[in-house]
DNA sequence: GTCTATATACTGATAGAC
DNA sequence: GTCTATCAGTATATAGAC
């Protein structure tokens, strides 16, 4: 076995044990999720967490990172699209909503270190780990202020304040990890026409123009 | 002392700990939430809480009614006004807005609850109480779903699915619980500029026309 | 690299004093 | 009506076997 198929091997345990995480993480929350509740639903004990994360609050961060690694590939195709800014804003709304729904674990859980980071429930050594992560989402954030801001000075979107439109729209944007559940039989199509609408509401709440008036 | 006095007394102490609880349940989430740190909040010890509530889910349980107790005293006065619902929906929707602001940690607690009922988070017996104050709520959200439906019935509001644009209008009312923080020498008006702003969006979402067409 | 066994700490809830 | 003392259950993290 080389060093290569070795290495991967290892990177597939822990993205094993970080995609169980971000389950359990979603449906018990921080606290009410044990370690030995992941390593059961890996169908392992906690060895093997512990071999791979420091602690819990790391493989917390863990989930957290992959989540906004996943967010930022999304939208990264888009980010440099030509034209007018409220079209690319479409697009990389689009993939961003579909991206809540595909990875609705990761998402959920990146949520709750935003909330246990403005909580201060960190304890003073993760702090800086947890600063971090913030930084990478906030960075994250600001690709689409930015995008909004542009837009808005071509003339396609109409509103006052930066900060608290940019707060509304990606409330507006990640809120189907919170109601959004599968259906039976339901297709690719589906989730589309669904993400579309959540996009459609944002892009109304920019002051952007009707439908029929878009490109 | 009469009767009527004591139990007033007695309902203050109620309204003390809530008030505390509701605190600490936004600054630390519900597990990491403990009795022991209500108590101490108050400057008390955990026997006055179990005098008033028999376990700590009752205690939630009291924050989140409370919390909705209040949001369906705030829309009271404007539920049966006359007139467009388009109007109707704005008044009630910027009171719902301005109460969230007032009333953050039990709006968080309400909010807080809801996640652990969708997550199931609940002990069998405590299930029943829980689903009472799931619906409570719930009837509280199809108020304002009768409003923007007969809004739209009447050619003021322009959206397709009820059920999506309800979540979506609530996201963006309820908001302000996630990243309002009251600013040195803020106002009762910037307060309402605010409201007015966040009110703003969520019309918008809902299709409804620009500003200067409303009445 | 994963498992078993265990140390250590915390917290919800109860019983009974005052 | 509130406080003190205490029990029981659970969970993080470690040490060492395999």
Redesign the pocket.
């Known amino acids: 076995m080389t060093p290569g198929v070795r290495e991967h091997m290892?990177e597939d345990?822990r993205a094993d044990i970080l995609s169980a995480a971000a389950t359990c993480f979603m449906e018990r929350g921080y606290s009410e999720?044990?370690?030995?509740g992941v390593?059961h639903a890996l169908g392992?004990?906690?060895?093997?967490i512990?071999?791979?994360f420091?602690?819990?609050?790391d493989l917390f961060a863990g989930v957290f990172r992959a989540g906004m690694d996943m967010n930022y590939a999304a939208i990264a195709p888009y980010r440099a699209l030509p034209g007018r800014a409220a079209v690319r804003w479409r697009r990389m709304a689009f993939a961003h909503v579909v991206q809540m729904i595909d990875t609705k674990p990761f998402q959920r859980t990146v949520w709750m270190g935003v909330e246990m980071h403005l909580r201060g429930a960190t304890t003073p050594e993760q702090r800086s780990v947890f600063a971090e992560l913030i930084r990478y989402r906030t960075d994250y954030g600001n690709i689409f202020r930015e995008v909004i801001v542009k837009a808005r000075e071509e003339g396609d979107f109409d509103f006052t304040d930066v900060s608290i439109t940019n707060q509304l729209m990606f409330m507006t944007l990640n809120s189907p990890i919170f109601w959004y559940a599968p259906r039976v039989g339901e297709t690719r199509a589906d989730i589309e026409i669904l993400a579309d609408r959540v996009v459609t509401c944002a892009w109304r709440g920019l002051g952007g123009k009707e439908e029929r008036n878009r490109q």
């Not at 999720?33 to 030995?36: A, L, Q």
């Not at 392992?44 to 093997?48: E, I, L, N, P, V």
């Open positions: 290892q345990s999720t044990s370690i030995d390593a392992a004990t906690k060895g093997r512990y071999h791979h420091r602690s819990k609050a």
